[in-house]
C-alpha cells in the first residue's frame, strides 16, 4: 500500500488503481499521522489540528471515532485485511508502514541526494534525483483536504522544500551549461515567485552567459521595480554586485557575490 500525498490525497494498493480519499475529519487525521511518518502525533496534536484553540469537549471521544474510520477505510482497501496501519502509540497514534511507501519521504530522500550529488559534483545525477522527487508532486500537498494550523505549517514547510528542489535543479543545470533551457522555466519561475530573489538572479546570470545581456539588465530592473512597489525596498547587494557584473561583462567565475542557490 502506498500513500501520495503531494497532491490530492490518494492510496494504491497492489495492482488496483489508486482511489482518492475524501475530504472530512478522517482523511485529515490519517494525513497528519502519514506526514509524521515514522513518528508518533500525540492527541493534543491531533486535536488542534483538527479544532484548533477551541475543540469540543468530546474531542478525545470523537477523535478515536475518526481513527475507527481511518482503520476500517485502510482495511477495506487492503490486500491482506488482518494488518493494522494506524496504530495506537500512547500518548498518541502513528501509522505502521515503510517511510518509502509515502510520497512526501520519498521526496525528501531525493532532494537530499541530489543536493549531495551537487556538492561532490556530479550535476547530471544531481538532476535525476532532484528531477524525481520533483515528478511526485500532482499539485499542492494536501489538495481537496481541510488544512488546520498542524498541517498548515507541514505545507509551507514542504511548498519551501520544493522551491530549494527547483532551486539546486536549475544550479545544476546550468553547471551543465544548458542555459538557453532554463530562460522559459525561469521566466516562469520568477512570475510565480516574483518577491524569490534568487530565481531572478537564476535568470540574470542564464541571459548574460547566452549572450543576452540587454535583457539580463531589463531582468534585473524588472526586479527592482516589483520589490519597489511590493515592500518598498531596494535589491539585496548580492544582487546589486550581479547587476554591476553584467554591466561590465564579467564572467560568471569573476563574479564576487555569493552563489544562488
Not at 54 to 66: E, F, G, M, N
Not at 223 to 236: C, N, Q
Request: hydrophobic letters at 40%; one cysteine or more; charged letters at 20%.
Amino acid at each position: 500500500m502506498q500513500f501520495k500525498i503531494l497532491g490530492p490525497m490518494e492510496i494504491v494498493t497492489g495492482e488496483r488503481p489508486s482511489f482518492p480519499v475524501n475530504a472530512s475529519k478522517t482523511s485529515q487525521v490519517l494525513a497528519l499521522l502519514l506526514v509524521q511518518c515514522p513518528e508518533n502525533v500525540g492527541v493534543d496534536t491531533i486535536i488542534a489540528e483538527l479544532w484548533g484553540e477551541k475543540p469540543p469537549r468530546s474531542a478525545v471521544t470523537t477523535l478515536q471515532t475518526y481513527i475507527y474510520h481511518a482503520r476500517r477505510m485502510l482495511t477495506r482497501e487492503m490486500v491482506d485485511g488482518n494488518r493494522n496501519i494506524v496504530v495506537t502509540r500512547p500518548p498518541g497514534y502513528g501509522v505502521q508502514v515503510h517511510p518509502d511507501d509515502i510520497d512526501v519521504n520519498v521526496f525528501i530522500q531525493s532532494v537530499r541526494r541530489g543536493r549531495e550529488l551537487l556538492e561532490k559534483g556530479h550535476p547530471q545525477q544531481a538532476v535525476d534525483y532532484l528531477n524525481a522527487g520533483l515528478a511526485l508532486w500532482r499539485g499542492p500537498a494536501f489538495a481537496g483536504l481541510d488544512v488546520g494550523e498542524v498541517l498548515g505549517a507541514r505545507v509551507a514547510h514542504l511548498d519551501e522544500l520544493r522551491i530549494q528542489a527547483v532551486g539546486l535543479r536549475i544550479t545544476a543545470e546550468r553547471s551543465l551549461g544548458r542555459h538557453l533551457e532554463l530562460v522559459p522555466q525561469l521566466r516562469s519561475l520568477v512570475s510565480a515567485h516574483p518577491l524569490n530573489e534568487s530565481f531572478h538572479a537564476h535568470l540574470i546570470e542564464v541571459l548574460f552567459e547566452s549572450g543576452r545581456r540587454a535583457e539580463a539588465l531589463q531582468a534585473y530592473q524588472n526586479l527592482r521595480r516589483i520589490l519597489d512597489r511590493e515592500l518598498g525596498v531596494e535589491p539585496t547587494i548580492e544582487m546589486q554586485r550581479l547587476q554591476l557584473a553584467v554591466l561590465q561583462g564579467e564572467s560568471s567565475s569573476a563574479r564576487r557575490y555569493p552563489a544562488v542557490v
